[in-house]
C-alpha cells in the first residue's frame, strides 16, 4: 500500500499537482458520486441468488403495443443456437478472410437480402443502428455533392434526429429541419422516414436540384409495399429477429445506387474465386482510417456490428419470402383493426395510411397509459398530453386488440 502511495505521489508532482483531488478539480461537484455504497465482495452463487430475487420483482406478463422504433418481435429460438456457434462468435470481425469464411460468406448474404428488399444495388455489412445510418448516409451525400447543407424531416424518429445533429455538427455540416424541403442549390440530400416515426406512410420527396434522396425505412414495410427510388436508402434492422434488449445492441444499413458504393461506411464484402477456381469471399470496399489515409476515410465506423447482422440474416434465411410477407402482413392487419375499432369508439385517429403504428387522442395521455399499465397493458408512448403512438406486431393477436378495447 505504501508504495502505490509512493508512485502516485509522483505521478501527481510530475503534472504538477499537489492531490489527487487537483486532479479531478475540474469535474463540478453536482456532477461527482460522493460513494458508491458497494457491499462486501460475495462469492458467484450469492451474486446469482441476488439478481434472481431482483429479477423476480419485475413484471414481464405485459400485453405490449409499444413502438415508436423499438418493436417485439417473434425470434426463432435457432437464431441463437446458429449465431452463438464458436465458428462464428471466435471470427466475428474477419481481418483475416482466408480464416473467417463462413462469417464473411454471411456478411455477403445480408448485404444481399438488404439489397433485395430495398431493390438497391448495393448494401454495406451494417452500421450501429438505424440513428447512424441516416448520419453517415448525410455524410455520404455531402462527399458525393461537395455540399455542406442537408433536410431532414421533422417527423424522423426524435433518437435518430438527435443522432444526426451530433454527427453534423462535429463535421461542420448545415442543417435544416422541417416539414418539406424547398428549392435549395446548396443542399448535398433530402433525408425523410417512411413509416415516419408517427407511422404514417410518406411519398418520397421530389428532387428540386441535385442534392440526393435518403430513405430511412422499416424493412418489415417493405414487404407488403414498393420500395422508394431513392439514391440511398437506410434503416435499423431491429425487426429482423433483433431482441429490444433495453434499446440495444441493434443493427443498421445503409444501401444505395451504385454510383455511390465507394462512399459507403463501414464494411463491404465481395465475392470472388481464389487460384484454384473456388468460390471466396473477400472484404473489398474498406474506405477505413484503419486501411487508407484518415482524411480520406468515409467513416470512422471500425467494425460493424456483425453478429448482429449474422443473427438477422439467420432471421431472414429462416422466415423465408413467405415467412416475412405473412408476419408484417398480421402486424398490419391488426394496427388497422385497432384503429377502426378506435374510431368506432369515438377516438379520433390521426391516420388513415400507415404500416403498423398509428396516433390517436385522448383527454390525458398520462391517465391513459397508467390505466392501462395497472390492467397489464402497456398501450402506447406519449407524444404530447393528449396523443398516444401505439403499435402492433405479429406478437399480438385478436385477444389483445379485445383486451385493449375492454379497457378504455
Given at each position: 500500500m505504501n508504495d502505490i502511495l509512493k508512485n502516485s505521489q509522483e505521478m501527481l508532482e510530475a503534472i504538477n499537482l499537489a492531490t489527487l483531488e487537483d486532479l479531478f478539480s475540474q469535474i463540478p461537484d453536482e456532477a461527482r458520486v460522493p460513494s458508491l455504497n458497494l457491499e462486501d465482495a460475495k462469492d458467484e452463487l450469492e451474486v446469482q441468488k441476488i439478481i434472481e430475487k431482483i429479477a423476480k420483482k419485475n413484471k414481464n406478463d405485459y400485453i405490449y403495443f409499444l413502438g415508436g422504433g423499438s418493436y417485439k418481435k417473434f425470434i426463432p429460438p435457432a437464431i441463437s443456437a446458429i449465431s452463438q456457434r464458436f465458428e462464428f462468435l471466435s471470427a466475428y470481425t474477419p481481418y483475416q478472410?482466408?480464416?473467417?469464411?463462413?462469417?464473411?460468406?454471411?456478411?455477403?448474404?445480408?448485404?444481399?437480402?438488404?439489397?433485395?428488399?430495398?431493390?438497391?444495388?448495393?448494401?454495406?455489412?451494417?452500421?450501429?443502428?438505424?440513428?447512424?445510418?441516416?448520419?453517415?448516409?448525410?455524410?455520404?451525400?455531402?462527399?458525393?455533392?461537395?455540399?455542406?447543407?442537408?433536410?431532414?424531416?421533422?417527423?424522423?424518429?426524435?433518437?435518430?434526429?438527435?443522432?444526426?445533429?451530433?454527427?453534423?455538427?462535429?463535421?461542420?455540416?448545415?442543417?435544416?429541419?422541417?416539414?418539406?424541403?424547398?428549392?435549395?442549390?446548396?443542399?448535398?440530400?433530402?433525408?425523410?422516414?417512411?413509416?415516419?416515426?408517427?407511422?404514417?406512410?410518406?411519398?418520397?420527396?421530389?428532387?428540386?436540384?441535385?442534392?440526393?434522396?435518403?430513405?430511412?425505412?422499416?424493412?418489415?414495410?417493405?414487404?407488403?409495399?414498393?420500395?422508394?427510388?431513392?439514391?440511398?436508402?437506410?434503416?435499423?434492422?431491429?425487426?429482423?429477429?433483433?431482441?429490444?434488449?433495453?434499446?440495444?445492441?441493434?443493427?443498421?444499413?445503409?444501401?444505395?445506387?451504385?454510383a455511390y458504393k465507394r462512399q459507403l461506411p463501414g464494411r463491404v464484402v465481395g465475392k470472388t474465386v481464389d487460384k484454384e477456381g473456388k468460390e471466396a469471399f473477400v472484404l473489398t470496399l474498406q474506405a477505413r482510417e484503419q486501411h487508407i489515409r484518415r482524411e480520406k476515410a468515409?467513416?470512422?465506423?471500425?467494425?460493424?456490428?456483425?453478429?448482429?447482422?449474422?443473427?438477422?440474416?439467420?432471421?431472414?434465411?429462416?422466415?423465408?419470402?413467405?415467412?416475412?410477407?405473412?408476419?408484417?402482413?398480421?402486424?398490419?392487419?391488426?394496427?388497422?383493426?385497432?384503429?377502426?375499432?378506435?374510431?368506432?369508439?369515438?377516438?379520433?385517429?390521426?391516420?388513415?395510411?400507415?404500416?403498423?403504428?398509428?396516433?390517436?387522442?385522448?383527454?390525458?395521455?398520462?391517465e391513459f397509459l397508467e390505466n392501462m399499465r395497472k390492467n397489464g397493458i402497456l398501450a402506447g408512448i406519449k407524444i404530447s398530453d393528449n396523443k398516444i403512438l401505439t403499435a402492433t406486431t405479429e406478437m399480438n393477436d385478436d385477444d389483445d386488440i379485445k383486451a385493449f378495447l375492454n379497457n378504455l
Open positions: 478472410a482466408e480464416i473467417s469464411q463462413g462469417t464473411l460468406k454471411t456478411m455477403y448474404d445480408f448485404q444481399t437480402m438488404i439489397c433485395k428488399i430495398t431493390n438497391q444495388d448495393v448494401s454495406n455489412a451494417s452500421v450501429y443502428d438505424g440513428a447512424s445510418a441516416c448520419a453517415e448516409a448525410i455524410l455520404m451525400t455531402c462527399r458525393i455533392n461537395k455540399r455542406n447543407k442537408a433536410f431532414v424531416s421533422s417527423n424522423i424518429n426524435p433518437n435518430y434526429l438527435e443522432v444526426i445533429k451530433t454527427y453534423l455538427w462535429a463535421s461542420g455540416i448545415e442543417l435544416v429541419v422541417g416539414e418539406k424541403p424547398v428549392q435549395d442549390d446548396e443542399l448535398a440530400c433530402v433525408l425523410y422516414q417512411s413509416p415516419n416515426y408517427y407511422g404514417e406512410l410518406e411519398e418520397m420527396p421530389q428532387k428540386n436540384g441535385k442534392e440526393l434522396i435518403i430513405s430511412c425505412v422499416d424493412l418489415s414495410s417493405l414487404a407488403l409495399f414498393e420500395p422508394p427510388n431513392s439514391d440511398i436508402t437506410v434503416g435499423d434492422f431491429q425487426v429482423l429477429g433483433i431482441p429490444m434488449a433495453f434499446g440495444g445492441p441493434y443493427g443498421g444499413f445503409v444501401a444505395c445506387k451504385d468515409t467513416s470512422n465506423i471500425c467494425s460493424n456490428q456483425a453478429l448482429v447482422a449474422l443473427c438477422a440474416t439467420v432471421y431472414m434465411d429462416l422466415m423465408g419470402e413467405n415467412g416475412f410477407i405473412k408476419v408484417s402482413q398480421k402486424s398490419y392487419d391488426l394496427a388497422h383493426k385497432l384503429a377502426q375499432s378506435l374510431k368506432e369508439k369515438g377516438y379520433n385517429v390521426l391516420s388513415n395510411n400507415f404500416f403498423n403504428e398509428f396516433v390517436f387522442e385522448v383527454k390525458n395521455a398520462d
